[in-house]
C-alpha cells in the first residue's frame, strides 16, 4: 500500500510561487511513476507534471516553462515548484502514483491507483 500526502498549497497572488511536497510511504517510491493533477471547480481533474519511465518530466503546456517537478528519492518525496502562478491555477493539486506502464498514457489520471488527499491553491488576481 502506498500512502501519499501532499502540502504546501495556499492563497498567493498572481506572479507568485508556491511549492507543493508529496510525501510518500513505503519502500517502492523510486520505482513509482510520480505526478501531479489538479482538479479546479466545474472541471475534470487535469495532467500537470509527471515523471516519465526514463525520468524526463512531462509538463501539461499551460505550466510549461513555469512548474518543475522533481523528486527526492532519499525522502521518498515528490515536489511541484509553482512561479508565475495565475489565477487559472487555481485548484485541488493531487498527487498520484502508479506502477510503471509502458505504453500507458502518463496523462489519464484513471490510470493511477494511488492519490493524495489534494492540496487548495488559490491564486488571487
Known amino acids: 500500500q502506498v500512502q501519499l500526502v501532499e502540502s504546501g498549497g495556499g492563497l498567493v497572488q498572481a506572479g507568485g510561487s508556491l511549492r507543493l511536497s508529496c510525501a510518500t510511504s513505503?519502500?517502492?517510491?523510486?520505482?513509482?511513476?510520480m505526478g501531479w493533477f489538479r482538479e479546479a471547480p466545474g472541471k475534470p481533474r487535469e495532467f500537470v507534471a509527471v515523471?516519465?519511465?526514463?525520468?524526463?518530466?512531462i509538463y501539461t503546456m499551460s505550466v510549461e516553462g513555469r512548474f518543475t517537478i522533481s523528486r527526492d528519492n532519499t525522502k521518498n518525496t515528490l515536489y511541484l515548484q509553482m512561479n508565475t502562478l495565475k489565477p487559472e491555477d487555481t485548484a485541488v493539486y493531487y498527487c498520484?502514483?502508479?506502477?510503471?506502464?509502458?505504453?500507458?498514457?502518463?496523462?489519464?489520471?484513471?490510470?493511477?491507483?494511488?492519490w493524495g488527499q489534494g492540496t487548495q491553491v488559490t491564486v488571487s488576481s
Open positions: 498520484a502514483a502508479r506502477q510503471p506502464a509502458p505504453g500507458v498514457s502518463y496523462e489519464s489520471h484513471w490510470t493511477y491507483k494511488y
Open positions: 513505503g519502500r517502492t517510491f523510486s520505482s513509482y511513476t
Open positions: 515523471f516519465t519511465r526514463s525520468g524526463s518530466p
